[in-house]
Antibody
Framework: QVQLVQSGAEVKKPGASVKVSCTASGYIFTSNAIHWVRQAPGQRLEWMGWIYGGNGNTKYSQKFQGRVSITRDTSASTAHMELSRLRSEDTAVYFC?????????WGQGTLVTVSS | SYELTQPPSVSVSPGQTASINCSGDKLGDKSACWYQQKPGQSPVLVIYQDNKRPSGIPERFSGSNSGNTATLAISGTQAIDEADYYCQAWDSSTAYVFGTGTKVTVL
């Protein structure tokens, strides 16, 4: 079955960067996009961007443009999301998800805490 | 930027039908889907492409999308349906957008 397994929780200081990983199994990694979605405490889901597993094309939400970078390693069936210049408002659970048009499979989420 | 608006909360009695609206400009021209999220868990897709149910999702979940409104209906609501629900739309110009979310309470 399809599984997306994310890296563990992170604690970062303001101004630093964080890189979260998402390893996929159970399907052909290059046939779908991997998305990143975040959810601040008590807040709504927020789409950040996606990367197509096949050709590596990316698209980012305007809100995060210039601060987020999504990459992939096809040999490891893994996608990475790096968010830079962190601030306290970036404290959230970050999810990866697989899909095109809709997100059918989700990772377990990674808590990123930004605190001085 | 494109926005999707949902009511903050919906209350329903067990066995009754809960309806959740999602409003956005010309939403009916886009593809809409719905997610269920329980506390501390990852979202689960319950409706995609306006009205299709993924494998394993009960038949009591249904969807529609027309004009400026997409609707998720839960018929014969059960206690296990108590959760937050989010709509989401996609097209090539707006990319992916989530709604504001609706908390469904089964009284």
């Amino acid at each position: 079955q399809v599984q997306l397994v994310q890296s563990g929780a992170e604690v970062k200081k303001p101004g630093a960067s964080v890189k979260v990983s998402c390893t996929a199994s159970g399907y052909i990694f290059t046939s779908n996009a991997i998305h990143w979605v975040r959810q601040a405490p008590g807040q709504r889901l927020e789409w950040m961007g996606w990367i197509y597993g096949g050709n590596g094309n990316t698209k980012y939400s305007q809100k995060f443009q210039g601060r987020v970078s999504i990459t992939r390693d096809t040999s490891a069936s893994t996608a990475h999301m790096e968010l830079s210049r962190l601030r306290s408002e970036d404290t959230a659970v970050y999810f990866c998800a697989r899909g095109d048009g809709y997100l059918q499979h989700w990772g377990q989420g990674t808590l990123v805490t930004v605190s001085s | 930027s494109y926005e999707l608006t949902q009511p903050p909360s919906v209350s329903v009695s067990p066995g009754q039908t809960a309806s959740i609206n999602c409003s956005g400009d010309k939403l009916g021209d886009k593809s809409a889907c719905w997610y269920q999220q329980k506390p501390g868990q990852s979202p689960v897709l319950v409706i995609y492409q306006d009205n299709k149910r993924p494998s394993g999702i009960p038949e009591r979940f249904s969807g529609s999308n027309s004009g400026n409104t997409a609707t998720l209906a839960i018929s014969g609501t059960q206690a296990i349906d108590e959760a937050d629900y989010y709509c989401q739309a996609w097209d090539s110009s707006t990319a992916y957008v989530f709604g504001t979310g609706t908390k469904v309470t089964v009284l």
